[in-house]
């Protein structure tokens, strides 16, 4: 956990992680602007009510991976698995 100069606790890093089989999932809070495209566009992965919100089962890899590279402020990336850096 990390604390700022405000005393304001963040989100763990990790719980900021989302596995499937062929990728990893990132997400930065503090970049998000909340624009719900990504909710609003593939709500069978990115649920906004639900906890864990991020829920890469609802759907196949490659509408995942298309999906994060419309996020507007670019809060949520994503690493192919076993071949880059996450």
């Known amino acids: 956990m990390i604390i700022t100069p405000n005393n304001n606790l963040l989100m763990d890093i990790q719980s900021n992680l989302f596995s499937n089989e062929d990728i990893t999932v990132t997400f ?6 909340h624009a719900e495209r990504c909710a609003q566009e593939l709500s069978e992965v990115f649920r906004t009510s639900i906890i864990p919100w991020i829920k890469l089962e609802g ?15 670019g809060a949520l990336k994503y690493c192919i698995n076993n071949k880059e850096a996450c």
Do not use: A, K, L
Not at 28 to 33: D, K, N
């Open 59 to 73: 759907t196949e890899t490659d509408r995942i991976i298309d999906q994060v590279n419309r996020c507007p402020s």
């Open 28 to 33: 930065e809070p503090r970049v998000c602007i």
